[in-house]
């Protein structure tokens, strides 16, 4: 199965993704800011990376430029989880090289769903 | 699937609280017409946390309060509005309606909606058109009727892999939707040797058949709107003429209100689930790993004491006490570790006070400088929840009373005419410390001495220190402002103050200066599971006392107690007579026949009382982990708790001041 690499700087929502994501039966690895998700996706290869924007430390389109720079994360699916409704975050994602975004409020069921697209 | 995200609600409880406070000291530092955009920054990071999280535990009232705030603060972040004393004001204000709003949904509780709802007005019109214009909704093209179908042309750009996108998963979801005819084209694809296999080549020309809206189109495209040529051409009924789909849809313009209806908070949780607070606490993982560290320390010691007793010969007595003695320090250390992860800094006390002191200065018209120190002190979160309202009621009242009413008075007295009020923290012996110190004009002993004779508190010709009349104040119906302000004192002030901090084991101590200002000195145990007591035996029975109420024990000999009619014995100690409670007739013990002469006398205080105890035998000194009565067993006058002592028997453990109100009232029941 799958591993996921989920990155939020607030507790309740990584608890909520990666509960949701192990529901589904992935393997997920958590990161509290960019930072950390940037080690961690360095010693663990991961299949999707789904981040939070605006956190401490690294947000997550620096996470994004950062990650497209490793040979082994040219090409896998990053999505951005993100509330900012404005159409210039996710522009700013897509620039950065993010594959798409799901957006805050999740619904369970529509994120996996649309993981199980990216993810196939 | 149903999947339960109400688990989690708890910890979002938790970060919203730190979140709101991460705000409020952010809101407090910024410096009116000057935006420090990391500063706000911080601010906007936690409101759009406490969005997020609120939205997707259908806190629609929260979501909706916070978006506003983050609309207002991005304008600040960008310099599109100055900051000013009126946008601070009122970010705070919603600060104080989502901790409302959060807590009323954690305890289940109605809301005061009409002031938050007052607070969102106040935002929306300070936002003004902006916000409704932000709040439009779009409809949805319902006008399907005239369309057959969709016509698309998706050609992806070379790099559309680059961003992790497949075009193949674009079209799987377009057979999702809706019956597909699909042609490719290769006329793009390069001879093997020249194909980088990195880029795509390969374009498509799609027929989508069936009702869709063109929404639910260009949300398969929606991530690759910029990674490829896409063009999308209605496939229209020749019957209803319709022009193709470069004609907006019709708008139509709803705006919201920020809060339209606060009751729409939900509720639905269960009261049980609602009462869960406080229970969970957040421990720094150093504090984990330190008892993780002890426990396998503990493992060890333990295997080596269990492979010395498979075959022990008595030449190994002194590996064995070398063995309890590494136990003995293992569980100590355990112990120490246990405890301080109960432990939290004192500044989770101490946070809200800056906020506390910005918003009365204005409301007394004082300018008045907090200062702090010791924020790191850590204290038992037990006490830290308890403490909060006491020291909210000494800082107000040190506001109110202590510091002169107008920088005139301060200017004459030769003082700078900012006000100060100190906050200090520390630990002395084993005991926290705060003070909270003023530098105002002081307590006036004699008008405090008029005023509690006025209020029958004391007679008339009771001579009393200066001392004695400040602790004046703190007796139940006593207030020295001439009128009852709002901010402190309707009476029922100190002597609540003093009650509080005394049920959590510590007590309330006055000095003051006239004309310098006062200082209240709280003491208070560092933790309320355990206690150092002094094991005492009367009869036949160990008893515990508590080591802070003891101030002296004496050896009798042969002197004797003087009778006082009606109020039972009396002993004299350095010329002072004090009142000799006989622990053998309150525990109905046997008492030996000598000793009067040949017993202990241990000299006790509470809340100021000073009696003698009498006891047969003083034994060890420890502490003592202190178990509930009313849990086990049930309320009993004159104990405060039971512990199980190190050979295993239990013994009671002595509420001094249950004791001098029993013996008070001898023949009167307990008044509990």
Known sequence: MATILAVDDSASMRQMVSHTLKSAGYDVIDAADGLQGLNKAKTSQVNLVITDVNMPQMDGITLVKELRALPQYRFTPILLLTTEAGADKKAEGKAAGATGWLVKPFNPEQMLATIKKVIR | ?672
């Open chain 2, 1 to 672: 699937m149903a999947l339960d995200m109400s688990q989690f609600l708890q910890t979002f409880y938790e970060e919203s609280a730190e979140g709101l406070e991460t705000m409020e000291t952010g809101l407090l530092n910024l410096d009116v017409g000057r935006a420090d955009s990391e500063e706000i920054n911080t601010i906007f990071r936690a409101a759009h946390s406490i969005k997020g999280g609120s939205a997707t535990f259908g806190l629609q009232a929260v979501a909706d309060f916070t978006h506003h705030m983050e609309t207002l603060l991005d304008e600040l972040r960008d310099g599109r509005r100055a900051v000013s004393q009126e946008v601070v004001t009122l970010l705070l204000e919603s600060v104080d309606a989502l901790r409302e709003l959060l807590s009323a949904s954690q305890s289940n509780q109605p809301v005061d909606a009409e002031r938050i709802n007052a607070t969102g007005q106040k935002m929306q019109a300070l936002l003004g058109v902006e916000a409704a214009a932000s709040e439009i909704t779009q409809s949805v093209n319902s006008m399907t009727g005239g369309i057959h179908g969709w016509s698309i042309q998706f050609n992806p750009h070379r790099d559309i892999f680059m961003s992790g996108n497949d075009p193949m998963r674009i079209i799987a979801e377009l057979n999702d939707l809706a019956e597909m005819e699909i042609s490719l084209n290769a006329d793009e694809l390069p001879l093997l040797g020249d194909l980088n296999p990195e880029e795509s080549y390969l374009s498509w020309d799609i027929t989508l058949h069936g009702d869709l809206t063109r929404d639910a189109l260009m949300e398969v495209f929606a991530w690759v709107e910029g990674e490829c040529d896409l063009t999308i051409t209605e496939i229209v009924d020749t019957a209803t003429e319709r022009e193709t789909a470069a004609e907006a849809p019709a708008e139509m313009v709803r705006s919201e209100p920020v809060v339209e209806n606060v009751s729409r908070v939900e509720m639905k949780r269960e009261e049980k689930r609602g009462s869960g607070d406080g229970g969970s606490i957040r421990v720094a993982i150093e504090k984990v790993d330190a008892v993780i560290n002890l426990v396998g320390e503990l493992v060890i010691t333990q295997s080596m004491l269990s492979t010395l007793g498979e075959n022990f010969e008595s030449g190994q007595i002194q590996s064995l006490r070398d063995g309890l003695a590494q136990l003995e320090r293992n569980t100590r250390e355990l112990q120490e570790d246990v405890m301080r992860m109960r432990m939290l800094p004192i500044s989770f006390v101490f946070n809200r006070f800056p906020r506390l002191v910005h918003d009365l200065s204005a409301k007394l018209g004082k300018s008045v400088e907090l200062r702090m120190t010791g924020e790191s002190t850590e204290v038992d979160k037990t006490v830290t929840e308890k403490l909060s309202d006491p020291l909210v009621h000494l800082i107000r009242n040190s506001m109110d009373h202590g510091i002169e009413q107008s920088a005139n008075e301060r200017r004459k007295a030769g003082k700078s005419e900012t006000g100060v009020v100190e906050l200090n923290a520390y630990h002395k012996g084993g005991n926290i410390v705060i003070e909270v110190r003023d530098d105002g004009r002081g307590l006036n002993a004699e008008k405090i001495r008029q005023k509690a004779i006025e209020k029958g508190l004391i007679e008339a010709e009771r001579k009393l220190s200066d001392e004695e009349c400040y602790e004046l104040i703190m007796l139940p119906g006593f207030s020295t402002a001439e009128t009852l302000s709002d901010v402190s004192g309707r009476g029922v002030g100190m002597d609540v103050v003093r009650k509080n901090i005394q049920s959590l084991g510590g007590s309330v101590e006055v000095t003051s200066e006239p004309g310098l200002g006062s200082c209240f000195t709280v003491r208070l145990p560092l933790t309320l599971a355990i206690l150092d007591g002094q094991t005492v035996r009367v009869g036949r029975q160990n008893y515990i006392v508590p080591l802070v109420s003891i101030v002296e024990s004496i050896q009798l000999r042969g002197e004797l107690f003087n009778q006082v009619a009606g109020k039972g014995e009396t002993f004299n100690l350095r010329d002072q007579y004090i009142p000799v409670i006989r622990l053998h007739d309150i525990f109905n013990e046997p008492q030996a026949d000598d000793s009067e002469f040949g017993g202990l006398l241990m000299v006790v205080e509470s809340e100021g009382n000073k009696v003698a105890l009498m006891v047969d035998e003083l034994l060890a000194q420890q502490q003592v982990v202190i178990k509930s009565m009313e849990a086990n067993y049930e309320r009993v006058c004159g104990i405060s708790g039971a512990t199980i002592l190190g050979d295993g028997t239990v013994a009671l453990i002595l509420d001094i001041n249950g004791i001098i109100q029993m013996h008070r009232g001898r023949f009167n029941s307990c008044a509990a």
